[in-house]
């Protein structure tokens, strides 16, 4: 699987409900900044509705006054209900886009390039601080074409071409433009969130993970201190057969072999004597299975194992009865 594969996998795989969540976190102060700036701004563009439209300033500012406390109102709400902050910038975008658009069907053509200006700064501010998601954006724009497009076609002292070539086409790039700059930052906020959210997730298993291999090092730790305990309880054990074995258990072998040595230098009987040699070999081959087991017990060779073979090998002969 390619990488791009994969992040697509991994992406997909964050739940939605936490993207919405965290959407929500990133954009609410950017909306409420938008908000405040459609409450005091647009009452102040008046003052340039009275340089500009003077004959009909008082009726536009009125609007803009209106626009500006239902916005208001909207950011009370939203505060208050806690509902979601897209309805701090949906709000006056809609209702500032139908008020620059109720205003073609008052102006003249004189006035057209100004007011193409001002709904163009709208558009663009709108740009610079929404992060809307793109259906909302686009039925927004659609309903303002719409009533700007009504407004120009019912106001009989403007004619449609002079409103198109005094800024309507660079009204419908920007509006174009604006569509796909709040676009580009609501998906690259949402690639951002949902990166944040899987390395979270991520630093979450790695400190999960490192957790359990603390826990296992540590059980670790115990289970071999226990182990080489009972190692040691086994090797004082080993150390304490091997001293009684090289002293105490060969001490009467080594007694015997002397005994036999002894008595092999006096007159006995012939049958006497064979039972002598053969006390004194079983004898040496005891001798020798305890120096090998004192051996392997202190240098932990194979010895104990090579005594068995040769005692398989060469089975200590029966002493015939005599007579």
């Known amino acids: 699987m390619q990488v791009a594969d994969i992040l697509k996998t991994q992406f997909g795989a964050v739940s939605p409900k936490k993207i919405a969540i965290e959407l929500e976190i990133a954009s609410s102060k950017y909306h409420v900044m938008a908000a405040w700036v459609a409450i005091i701004f647009n009452p102040i563009f008046a003052y340039t509705d009275y340089i ?13 006054l209106f626009i ?24 006056p975008l809609l209702f500032i886009s139908l008020q620059n658009a109720y205003v073609f069907s008052l102006i003249t053509n004189k006035d057209v390039l100004g007011h193409n200006i001002n709904f163009i700064a709208l558009l663009i501010g709108a740009s610079l601080f929404l992060i809307l998601d793109i259906r909302t954006v686009v039925a927004i724009t659609l309903l303002s074409a719409f009533a700007t497009a009504l407004s ?13 070539v005094q800024g309507g086409f660079l009204l419908m790039a920007v509006a174009i433009f604006m569509i796909l700059s709040i676009r580009a930052r609501y998906n690259l906020t949402v690639k951002e969130i949902t990166a944040r959210i899987l390395l979270q997730a991520s630093n979450e298993e790695i400190l999960r993970q490192a957790e359990e291999v603390k826990a296992t090092n540590e059980n670790l730790e115990m289970l071999v201190q226990s182990r080489t305990q009972d190692l040691q309880k086994k090797n004082d054990a080993l150390e304490e057969y091997a001293w009684i074995n090289a002293h105490k258990l060969r001490s009467p072998v080594a007694s015997i072999l002397g005994l036999v040595s002894l008595m092999k230098r ?44 040769d005692f398989k090998k ?10």
Not at 74 to 86: D, N
Not at 152 to 164: E, G, K
Not at 271 to 298: F, Y
């Open 68 to 91: 500006s406390l239902v916005t208001l109102v909207t950011l009370i709400l939203v505060k208050r209900y806690k509902w979601p902050s897209h309805f701090l910038v949906t709000v």
């Open 152 to 164: 120009v076609a019912r106001n009989s002292q403007l004619d449609t071409s002079n409103f198109l």
């Open 266 to 309: 006096e007159e006995v009987t012939p049958e006497v004597r064979i039972m002598m040699n053969h006390l004194q070999t079983s004898t040496e081959r005891l001798d020798e299975v305890v120096s090998s087991i004192t051996h392997a017990l202190e240098c932990g060779d194979d010895s104990t194992t090579e005594i068995k073979r």
């Open 52 to 64: 500009n439209l003077r004959p009909i300033w008082l009726q536009v500012g009125a609007i803009r």
């Open 314 to 323: 060469a089975p200590l002969k029966k002493i015939p009865a005599f007579n």
